[in-house]
């Protein structure tokens, strides 16, 4: 799908001057509600996510070009607590935390009560589909049509689709992919998804790094990635420590990635943190980590507009009458 001048404006508002992408991802639900108590993550309220959630953005969202934030207990929070800055984009998460359906054939669905329309509404910048995906689960087709329902919404109201697309495995009788597995599938998820009407791509590293420590491989795979999408790609981060994601980052924009979008890796550790401490680490530490990435970034990552180079020139003197 061509791009369309609502599209592009939004997307200049998630990247940076230079057209690549240093994005912090705070869409977490379940998962914050137990880091913030693993003892006892009932005890954790709504309030207590939100207000995490808004003092991480506060600290962090001039770091960032763009943030994606959650419905539930993120997005209208940091807009009303004023913790974006203006020239930030804002993501908008679309679905439902978590699947149904069996571990071996995902399903994904969007918050009830929730659509792009309403993020369109609320002043969200993009929308951003976290889904479930297996070229070869029994579910890959429907998988499929929800990605295309989500992007053929994000046309009508002319914003950015950002896909987030994690693996999994077929087999029962393994908990996780090979790192062979994983690059195979995260490849090819990239070649049978990006033609349904992405726009970018928010892709996970694809091999696992803890198996496969070569980074000759890691290039490798990455570049595969980069052939196999058909638009710009951003690397996740995965909740792995710093350290490492830096390492991905730099190999990942050095073989075709356009930047990050990236959560745990940056800020993780203020869970165990509260009041002062928690500001400290956030203002020290988890700035610091964001300015790294901006640099690594702005190094070697690819322009998303290198993948539209013509974008002046497609504009015509009457688009205003068919737009």
């Known amino acids: 799908m061509a791009l369309t001048v609502g599209k592009i404006r939004r997307l200049q508002q998630c990247a940076g001057a230079d057209g690549r992408f240093t994005m912090l991802a705070l869409d977490h639900r379940n998962n914050l509600r137990r880091a913030l108590n693993p003892a006892n993550p009932a005890s954790v309220t709504d309030a207590d996510m939100a207000a995490f959630k808004v003092e991480v953005i506060a600290a962090l969202g001039r770091s960032a070009t763009a943030v994606l934030l959650d419905p539930e207990v993120g997005a209208a929070h940091c807009v009303a607590a004023g913790v974006i800055p203006g020239a930030t984009g804002l993501l908008v998460a679309v679905e439902a935390t978590g699947y149904t359906d069996e571990p071996t054939a995902r399903r994904s669905q969007i918050l009830p009560g929730w659509s792009v329309e309403k993020i369109a509404r609320m002043g969200g ?3 951003k589909l976290l889904i479930y995906y297996h070229p070869e689960a029994r579910n890959a087709a429907a998988q ?21 697309p994690l693996s999994f495995a077929t087999d029962p009788a393994a908990k996780k992919l090979s790192s062979a597995e994983k690059r195979a599938v ?56 710093f350290e490492q994601f830096e390492r991905q980052t730099a190999v990942a924009c050095q073989n075709g990635a ?57 504009v015509p003197l009457d688009w205003y009458k068919r737009y």
């Open 258 to 314: 356009s930047g990050v979008l990236a959560g745990r890796a940056v800020w993780k550790e203020a869970v165990a943190f509260s009041g002062a401490a928690r500001t400290h680490f956030l203002q020290t530490t988890a700035r610091d980590r964001m300015a790294r990435l901006v640099d690594v970034i702005g190094q070697y990552g690819r322009a998303w507009t290198a993948f539209h180079p013509h974008l002046a020139d497609s």
């Open 186 to 241: 995260v490849v090819e998820t990239a070649r049978r998804l990006t033609p349904l009407g992405v726009d970018i791509l928010k892709a996970e590293f694809p091999l696992d790094i803890q198996e496969e420590p070569d980074e000759a491989v890691w290039a490798a795979a990455c570049a595969a990635l980069s052939a196999a999408s058909t638009t710009p790609w951003v690397l996740l981060s995965a909740g792995v420590n």
């Open 144 to 164: 499929e049509a929800l990605v295309q329902q989500v992007a053929e919404a994000c046309c009508v109201h002319d914003l950015p689709f950002f896909l987030e």
């Open 125 to 127: 910048t993009a929308v």
